[in-house]
C-alpha cells in the first residue's frame, strides 16, 4: 500500500512539473523560436541586474582601467545598434572584469553581459572581441538563461518524482536509484547547455 501512495506522488509531482514546463511556451520574437519560459522579459531583467553585483565580485569585480572597460561598452554597444538585439527590449550593458586569470565570457538574463580580462588579453583584435560580445548578446536575444531556469525547474521535479518512486527507506541500495535519477538530471541540462552554445553561434543574433 505504501509503495502505491508512493507511485501515486511520484506521478503526481512528475505530471504538474511537465504540465507547467510545457504549457509555458511561447515564441521568441527574435528567434522565431518556440521555447519554454516561464518569466517574462521584466523579470529577466531585474534578475540580470540583481545578480550582476555577485556574479562582478566572483571575478574580481570591474576592471580599475576605466578606458578598457569603455572600449568594452563601445564594441558592445555597436554590435546591438547593428543588429536586431537593438530592436529587443533588453537593457544590454557590457563589463570588463579585472580577473586576469580566468578565461570567461557570460552574459545574465535581460543584457548585462561579462568579459573577464583573463580572455580579453588573448583576443587580438576587436573583431575577436565582437565575436565573443556577440555570442554572448545571443544567449540574451535568445533567453537562453530563462529556458534553463524552466528546464532546471523541471528536471527538478521529474528527478524529485524519480528519487520518491524508487527510494525504498527498508532497502538502503534503493539510494542509488536516487543518485542515477539526479544524474539524469544533470546530463539532460548539459545536453541543453551546449545546444544553446551552437544556437548563439549560429545566429551571432543578427
Ligand atoms: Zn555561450
Known sequence: MRGLIKFIIAILIAAVSLVTYWCNTEQNEFTGEEQHVD?????????????????????????????????????GQAIVQQTAAG????????????????????????????????????????????GVLGHE?????????????AKAKLTQGLTGAAAIATYDPSNPASRTGAIAAAMIGKLLNMRYGREDELESDRRRCA
Do not use: C, W
Open 39 to 75: 518569466m517574462t522579459v521584466e523579470q529577466e531583467i531585474a534578475l540580470g541586474l540583481q545578480a550582476a553585483p555577485e556574479m562582478a565580485s566572483q571575478y574580481g569585480g570591474l576592471h580599475p582601467d576605466q578606458e578598457a572597460a569603455n572600449r568594452i561598452k563601445e564594441i
Open 137 to 149: 548578446i545571443g544567449h540574451v536575444v535568445a533567453r537562453h538563461s530563462a529556458e534553463q531556469l
Open 87 to 130: 530592436k529587443s527590449p533588453y537593457k544590454f550593458d557590457f563589463h570588463l572584469l579585472a580577473d586576469e586569470q580566468t578565461v570567461n565570457a557570460f552574459a545574465l538574463p535581460g543584457g548585462q553581459v561579462f568579459i573577464t580580462a583573463g580572455l580579453l588579453k588573448r583576443l587580438n583584435s576587436e573583431g575577436q572581441v565582437a
